[in-house]
């Protein structure tokens, strides 16, 4: 057990992996990302996907980030 990573000192191995090898990732959407992609799209002038699932919202976020240079 020595070798796995420990989340206390490690805690952004989850963060950062593929939204596309989320197990629960064509789950709908939290109520969190809907909030918060409802803003980045109202500052980014883009249309309001509401139907997305939790890994196209995620993908979504970060490109919206991009581009409203919030992901900076």
Do not use: H, V
């Not at 989850?14 to 799209?41: C, F, H, I, R, V």
């Not at 883009?46 to 939790?54: I, Q, R, T, V």
């Amino acid at each position: 057990m020595a070798n796995t990573p420990d989340p206390k000192t490690e805690p952004f191995s989850n963060a950062e992996k593929d939204p596309d090898d989320w197990t629960t990732g064509d789950e709908p959407m939290t109520g969190a990302q809907a909030s918060y992609l409802k803003t980045l799209s109202e500052e980014a002038g883009e249309p309001f996907e509401d139907s997305l699932n939790k890994a196209d919202a995620s993908k979504r976020i970060d490109a919206l980030q991009e581009k409203t240079g919030r992901g900076t």
